[in-house]
């Protein structure tokens, strides 16, 4: 087909100049309101998630430390039961729902595209419904708790507790629902990132090409499709016992309040992996950069990342020893539970090993990451312990498993989230953060939180239950209590230092350039922050670690339209280049459906009519969205390479 | 001291053993972890041009060293493996013969213990206290009323939930006398925090004597303050709730206080039992364990100060 009938293309022809113009013109998102609402940049979109997802970090940060100064002496009376259940139940649910999962899919949504040297996400403006329905089931959480019905059964929400019998009011409701909205908007990013991995590398990144941060989204991604249902079904479940009189968790009319624990859980404990996983590929990448020398082991790297994603569905039961499942069952989890750090083991020792042969710079990215071997393989070998029946017994439900979880979840994904942060900030804004701040921040935040959590692994084994509101005097436990709170209050200090460096660096930064650390991957191949279509020419990828081999120059692959938003599919395996695809434009329904689907959601709190009346407007919504606006034009044909 | 470490009870005496292992097996791994680190960050190389990059070397060391770690791994997590399911089965086969055979039933949030005996009547009722003679093997059928609790007393062994819908059960065996506190380690609501017990292991007299004292009825008050509270008792909303043998108060809905003067400590832990404690207890339930189901009673200064006199006779 001819340029004429079809536009022009990208080639020899055009003058980098023109090339440019016609790009910007193509993809322009707009400006104003109605652009704000209506853009499907992954970009932009991705940033609206960090901010949202560091807002809920903010807050949930602020409610552990009203815990620990609740905690901090013995039968204080600062906070009472009722508002201290909430502050447990926000925090835990905060923590992993809006802020972990959601940060992770806000990274893969930036990235993934620029890694994969690609013009867009898969699915454009699910991505933007997705974002909208994360922003609304946010919302609506946090105004529940403002107006003090915020939920107090838990995180985990534990049958018969949450339901109808134990919990009047809407509370739980409003935690169930929540589940519901962040849920759906992970599932839908699952799909973008799947489909983005698999059909839109860069022509030539095989599979054995992609980087692990590529590979660890691409399984979180799977685990999320897997986990996340089974946790919308009880949830749903729980709901229709509140709402329409179901009896699913009602021990007395023929139900199961453990079918809860297992449908919790078998979501519950993938989600863990959920938010570790993504961690791992940013060690990866951080690691390579900053130590000059590829992964040591690749190959087993893939192996291992894959190996946590289907192991991470076999260990849900130790979470529930205690419950008295049969015994024999039981040790299976166990011996799953252990064999789980292999994968991790082996890990560690090829970050390490890369380390040992490369020339490492410990800037504050580096230094987050030995933070988080340190941190981190304490939390692991703790949890080796807790996978153990018998010892189980004992630490279960105590101060131990509080000190185990956030050394996995603090030292396995936040130190790692800084370190990304410190690495890729540059790419998102086009100035580098402070090193000197970076330095102090590290520090802080490594002291603090050994002061606060270490303590912790004594308070479970002197019998320190969790989610206590108060405790009395003479248990031997005051003393680590107030360390804690000393140790809470330096992460404090260390996360204001963060937000200053975050937003100071805006303007004051340093200019980054395209490649300030000289890294291998290629969204370091454009300018910094990219332009909305991200590469002004599809990169060619020849080799593992495009950047380092080819300089000067990065091959290119030309033939892609300038004057129609298009990008190129390639093929799963071997990227191959296979068809173009049009890319969709700038809509504002995947909004208005957002929000068709929120009002849905939350009137079906009230009233379970909601669901037959409030699919209505969705449908509709959704109905315009997917109306076929003419002709995409033919997309079949193959791109000059 | 309430503590996992002091195992008072031979299942606690086991997951000691087992915690031994463990913490030598996993601290090893973690200083040999903390010294490949250490050594790879102080023998890094210089670097003399920023942008140069390592390429592939020789890895034949380091991949050696990858198996040789791996198969460390894997022989550190077999031994924990096969130490904790030895464990597991000592656990199971100790206290196989039990001599005393309790039901505990939780409830929001105070734990119901009845002494099951084939003699309906030598068998007892109780709340938030336990006595066990030194070294009997006790069995104990754990039961909920409302929500999932959990049974647990660290000294003697680990913890076992109390389900709605489900029995489930816990040996005890413990070897030592002394007063250990128990406590819910699992979420139940408002008032979690205050539902302890108290385990009171003794010589095998002192539980007899103590048995044979809840197997009768407390004498009937003889001073006039305490008859008032009697009266009281029986005529307000007290024994809507409270059963007290040998009265005809015997609702369940709330702890059988036939013997409530004897006890260690009131409101399931959170108070020490004296008259003073006893009394702000019945007055205002709800500035002590707010959400408590146990309501406030409007009752005259005068009468409170019988009801605390009536109820200090139950011994």
């Known amino acids: ?641 | 001291m309430h503590s996992i470490g002091e195992a008072m009870g031979v299942h606690a005496q086991h997951i000691d053993a087992l915690w031994h292992a463990m913490l030598w097996v996993c601290g090893i791994m973690y200083v040999l972890v903390l010294g490949f680190l250490g050594l790879a960050i102080l023998r890094r190389g210089r670097r003399r041009d920023e942008r140069e990059v390592v390429h592939a070397q020789d890895e034949r060391g380091l991949s050696m060293t990858l198996v040789a770690w791996t198969g460390l791994i894997v022989a550190g997590l077999f031994g924990l493996t096969l130490f904790s399911y030895f464990t597991d089965r000592a656990l199971v086969q100790a206290a196989s013969q039990p001599q005393i055979n309790l039901k505990i039933t939780g409830y929001q949030w105070w734990w119901q213990v009845e002494y099951v005996d084939p003699d309906p009547s030598r068998s007892v009722k109780t709340a938030n206290e336990i006595h066990l003679p030194v070294g009997a093997q006790v069995s104990a059928t754990l039961a909920s009323q409302d929500v999932i609790h959990s049974f647990w007393v660290p000294n003697l062994h680990g913890k076992q939930d109390l389900i709605p819908g489900r029995d489930n059960d816990i040996r005890l065996q413990p070897t030592q006398a002394g007063t250990y506190l128990g406590i819910c380690a699992e979420f139940c609501g408002l008032q979690h925090s205050k539902m302890h017990l108290d385990v009171i292991v003794e010589s095998q007299e002192a539980y007899n004597a103590w048995y044979e004292r809840q197997l009768q009825s407390a004498p009937p008050p003889t001073e006039p303050l305490a008859q008032r509270g009697q009266q009281v008792f029986m005529s307000s909303a007290c024994n809507m709730c409270h059963a007290i043998s040998g009265t005809d108060a015997s609702a369940s809905v709330g702890p059988d206080l036939s013997h409530v003067a004897s006890r260690r400590s009131l409101a399931a832990g959170a108070l020490p039992n004296d008259a003073d404690s006893l009394f702000a207890w019945i007055s205002n339930p709800q500035a002590i364990k707010p959400g408590s189901r146990m309501p406030i009673v409007p009752l005259s200064e005068h009468d409170l100060e019988a009801l605390t006199a009536y109820l200090r006779t139950l011994q």
């Open chain 1, 1 to 641: 087909m001819s340029a004429s009938s079809e536009g022009i293309h990208d080639g020899e022809w055009l003058s980098e100049g023109e090339t440019r113009a016609r790009l910007d013109r193509t993809w322009d998102q707009g400006r104003g309101l109605y652009a704000f609402f209506a853009t499907v940049d992954h970009k932009r979109v991705a940033k609206r998630y960090f901010v949202t997802a560091f807002v809920f970090f903010f807050l949930a940060g602020i409610l552990a430390l009203l815990m620990r100064l609740q905690l901090a002496r013995p039968d204080n009376g600062l906070i009472g039961p009722d508002m201290y259940n909430q502050i447990f139940t926000m925090h835990g649910s905060t923590m992993m729902f809006l802020f972990a999962v959601p940060i992770m899919e806000g990274l893969a949504v930036y990235f993934v595209p620029l890694m994969c040297g690609t013009r867009a996400i898969a699915f454009p403006r699910l991505n933007s419904f997705s974002y909208w329905v994360y922003l609304f089931g946010g919302l609506m959480l946090w105004v529940a708790f403002a107006l003090n019905i915020g939920p107090d059964a838990g995180w985990f929400a534990y049958t018969p507790l949450s339901g109808p019998g134990y919990s009047p009011g809407k509370r739980v409701d409003f935690w169930a629902q929540m589940i519901t909205f962040t849920e759906l908007s992970g599932l839908a990013v699952a799909i973008e990132i799947i489909a983005t991995i698999f059909k839109q590398r860069a022509p030539g990144m095989a599979l054995n090409r992609m980087p692990l941060f590529l590979w660890s989204m691409l399984v979180m991604s799977f685990m999320i499709l897997f986990a996340m249902p089974s946790v919308m079904l009880a949830s749903t479940m729980l709901i229709m016992d509140r709402l329409v009189g179901t009896h699913f968790f009602n021990a007395a009319e023929g139900g199961d309040a453990l079918l809860w624990q297992h449908l919790f859980w078998f979501f519950g404990h993938p989600e863990v992996y959920i938010i570790f996983i993504p961690a791992l590929g940013i060690v990866s990448s951080v690691v390579s950069t900053f130590t000059r020398r590829p992964i040591f082991g690749y190959p087993v790297m893939v192996l291992a990342l894959i190996a946590i994603g289907f192991l991470g569905f076999g260990l849900w039961v130790h979470h529930m020893f205690a419950t008295g499942l049969p015994r024999l069952g039981s040790s299976f989890y166990t011996a799953a539970s252990m064999v789980i750090a292999i994968p991790s083991g082996i890990q560690i020792y090829c970050w390490i090993a890369t380390m040992w042969q490369g020339k490492p710079r410990f800037a504050t990215p580096l230094l987050f990451v030995v933070g988080f071997i340190v941190i981190f393989v304490l939390g692991g070998l703790t949890g080796v312990m807790l996978a153990s029946v018998p010892m189980d017994l004992q630490l279960h439900d105590t101060y131990f498993v509080i000190a185990h979880f956030h050394y996995v979840l603090v030292g396995g994904a936040v130190f790692p989230l800084v370190a990304g942060a410190y690495y890729w900030y540059p790419k998102v804004t086009g100035r580098l953060m402070n090193e000197r701040l970076g330095r102090w921040n590290f520090w802080t935040f490594f002291i603090g939180f050994n002061l606060a959590f270490f303590p912790m692994h004594y308070l479970g084994l002197a019998g320190m239950p969790r989610r206590v509101y108060t405790y009395s005097d003479g248990l031997g436990w005051n003393g680590l209590n107030l360390l804690a709170f000393a140790g809470v209050l330096l992460i404090g200090i260390s996360v204001l230092l963060l937000i200053i460096n975050l937003v100071r660096s805006r303007k004051h930064g340093a200019l980054a350039g395209a490649n300030p650390w000289n890294a291998p991957s290629l969204e370091w191949a454009t300018s910094s922050p990219p332009p909305t279509y991200n590469f002004r020419h599809i990169p060619l990828v020849t080799s593992d670690n495009p950047l380092w081999e080819h300089r000067e120059q990065l091959p290119v692959m030309r033939g892609l339209s300038v004057d129609k938003r298009e990008l190129v599919l390639t093929t799963v395996l071997d990227a191959k280049p296979d068809i173009r695809e049009p890319v969709a434009k700038p809509s504002i329904w995947p909004f208005i459906s957002a929000i068709a689907v929120g009002v849905m959601f939350i009137a079906s709190i009230f009233t379970p009519w909601a669901v037959v009346f409030g699919a209505i407007p969705p449908a509709i919504a959704i109905t315009i969205w997917f109306w076929p606006k003419g002709d995409p034009g033919p997309a079949d044909e193959d791109p000059e390479p």
